[in-house]
């Protein structure tokens, strides 16, 4: 059996992402607000960005340690590992400022937060794709 090493040091790259993002949300909540974000567009934005971190990152693991299983540890997967996690941090950048994450003030270099996020929507979009079609080569 192979040993999924490349998406083992992506889990703990995206453990210590999601750390930090995290801390980021909690933070924000010890100035009073327990539950939801109250109008908040700060704390909604760090909520987002969490949570959209959460929902992509488990599935993405699960199918890349499936594929790392049966492929090894290829070029391929190497590349997906290197591609999601880039998109994974953009994509966190981008919800670093309302620009990104609302489309505020897009005025000069504001509009890079609108970039990255787009950016790593994309690179998300891509890797899960590309993903699944190689697990599916696999078994065909």
């Known amino acids: 059996m192979n040993i999924p090493a490349y998406t083992a040091l992506l889990a703990a790259f995206l453990v210590i992402l999601q750390v930090v993002l995290m801390l980021s949300v909690g933070l924000h909540r010890s100035k009073g607000k327990f539950v939801g974000h109250e109008g908040d567009r700060d704390l909604e934005r760090k909520v987002r960005r969490h949570g959209n971190l959460a929902e992509n990152s488990g599935l993405f693991l699960a199918v890349l340690v499936i594929l790392e299983i049966l492929v090894g540890q290829t070029t391929m997967v190497l590349t997906l590992c290197i591609i999601f996690a880039v998109a994974r941090l953009l994509h966190a950048v981008g919800f670093a400022s309302l620009a990104g994450s609302h489309g505020e003030d897009l005025t000069g270099a504001r ?30």
């Open 111 to 140: 509009k890079g937060f609108a970039a990255a996020r787009a950016m790593g929507a994309m690179g998300t979009l891509i890797t899960a794709v590309g993903s699944a079609w190689a697990l599916i080569g696999t078994q065909l």
